[in-house]
Structures are given as structure tokens and as C-alpha cells.
């Protein structure tokens, strides 16, 4: 097996089931993305290790052609992204094959790299594209918004984000950038508001509207009274 096929499976955020998924999808450029499993204390919200990574390929503006399990799949979907897009399963990777790094680093004019990133957004059904940017210590995550035939399996713009970022390695957050073209006021739906206060309720969310005005809200603040218990820890 060749040196890239790496165990990312100890990036999985699974601190509710304690079983890491992981996997790497093989886009037809020959770029490899890491998709691990990324739970939720509200547990439908878990993003799945397919689902993180066929996002992460398809926000690149990639095309998934096949998946390769680093540790086996339980969550069920991989057929759907399987039949979808008829992906190969691969036991190595192809010797050219190149990992995916998502960082942007030197990023002057936030706003404007949001714009150029819509682009990426896959949102011929809504036709409404956003884009997102995390924060890290070493510089930006994308993240677009992809949507499928079947639309409870697309992800938001800052989950693809999100689970980008986790599947690569990263855990903590400095903050996060939002911005959707055809919106007047960017507001992150409930879904997304619940998944960033997972990992980043004390940062702030930074919202870049139509009028090029932008609003900052404490990811808390976002979601007063959230269910946000431990208790549920196994
Ligand atoms: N969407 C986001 O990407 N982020 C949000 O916070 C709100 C909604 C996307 C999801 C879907 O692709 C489209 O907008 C319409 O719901």
C-alpha cells in the first residue's frame, strides 16, 4: 500500500460512540480527500466519513471516481455516494495520487476570497450558493455548500468546513466567515448554528452580507439555550 494511504481514522470526532470511521476518496484528478466520521452531541447531525469526504471532493470542484476505507464504514450511507457516483473501491491508491491540503494561508481580503470561493458551491437545486472559511492557527478551511438528488445528504457550507478541517487533522477553531450571495442578511441555519457550537461556542461567527456590511456573533449567542449536554457521553 503506498505511503499516502495514512491512518487518518484518529482524526474522527466520535466521542459519542467511540468507533473513529474514516476513509479517502479519489477524485478523478488524482487528488486523494480524507473524509472521516464527525459526530454530534445531537446525534442525526453526525456528518459521515463518505459524506465528509465526497463533499470535500466535490467542493473542490473534483469528481469522486472511487473510495478507499481506512477503517470500515458502519454509518450505512457509503452506498448511496457508491451508486451515486459509481465509485471504484480501491485496496491502494494509484502512485500519483496527492493529498488534499485545504489550508489558504496569507488571506488578505477575507470578503473577497468568500466571492471567489462560491464558485465551488455545488447548489443547482437551490440555487443558492454559500461559502464559508474556518479559522485555524495556520490559516483558512473552505468550505461550500454541496447538494445531492437526495438533499438531507448535502452539507451546509461552514459543515463542509467543519468536517474538512477535522478530516485533515484540525480541533480547534479561532472563529468563522459566512457568505451567500443571494442572501440579504447570511444567517447559518439551526443545523449548522448546533455542529459549530460543538466545537467553537466562545468564537466568533462573522457574517459578510449582500451590502458588503458584516455582522459578528458569539457562536453562544447564536444558540441561546442549546442543547449542548454532556450527559450523554457513553
Ligand atoms: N446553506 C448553507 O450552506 N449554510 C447555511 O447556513 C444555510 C443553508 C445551504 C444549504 C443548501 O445548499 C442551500 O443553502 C439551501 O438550503
Not at 12 to 39: A, Q
Request: proline share 6%; net charge negative.
Amino acid at each position: 500500500m503506498k505511503e499516502l494511504s495514512l491512518d487518518i481514522s484518529s482524526n474522527s470526532y466520535t466521542p459519542y460512540s467511540k468507533k473513529p470511521e474514516s476513509c479517502l476518496i479519489l477524485g478523478s484528478s488524482g487528488v486523494v480527500y480524507p473524509g472521516v466520521r464527525v459526530e454530534n452531541i445531537s446525534f442525526p447531525l453526525t456528518i459521515a466519513a463518505v459524506q465528509a469526504g465526497v463533499c470535500s471532493c466535490l467542493g473542490n470542484g473534483d469528481e469522486p471516481v472511487a473510495v478507499m476505507d481506512g477503517k470500515s464504514n458502519n454509518d450505512g450511507l457509503s452506498e448511496y455516494w457508491t451508486q451515486t457516483f459509481q465509485l471504484k473501491t480501491l485496496d491502494r491508491l494509484p502512485d500519483d495520487s496527492v493529498l488534499y491540503d485545504p489550508l489558504i494561508d496569507g488571506i488578505n481580503d477575507v470578503t473577497n476570497q468568500l466571492k471567489n470561493l462560491c464558485e465551488k458551491s455545488v447548489s443547482d437545486r437551490s440555487g443558492f450558493p454559500v461559502s464559508a472559511l474556518l479559522e485555524t492557527k495556520d490559516g483558512y478551511i473552505p468550505g461550500v455548500n454541496i447538494e445531492f438528488e437526495q438533499w438531507n445528504l448535502g452539507l451546509c457550507a461552514e459543515r463542509v468546513a467543519i468536517a474538512r478541517a477535522i478530516s485533515v487533522g484540525f480541533n480547534e477553531f479561532k472563529g468563522i466567515h459566512i457568505y451567500a450571495p443571494k442572501s440579504e442578511f447570511i444567517s447559518p441555519c439551526g443545523a449548522c448554528r448546533q455542529v459549530l457550537y460543538e466545537f467553537m461556542p466562545e468564537q466568533v461567527a462573522q457574517l459578510h452580507h449582500d451590502d458588503d456590511s458584516k455582522s459578528r456573533h458569539f457562536v453562544s449567542h447564536l444558540l441561546p439555550n442549546g442543547f449542548t449536554t454532556n450527559s450523554l457521553k457513553k
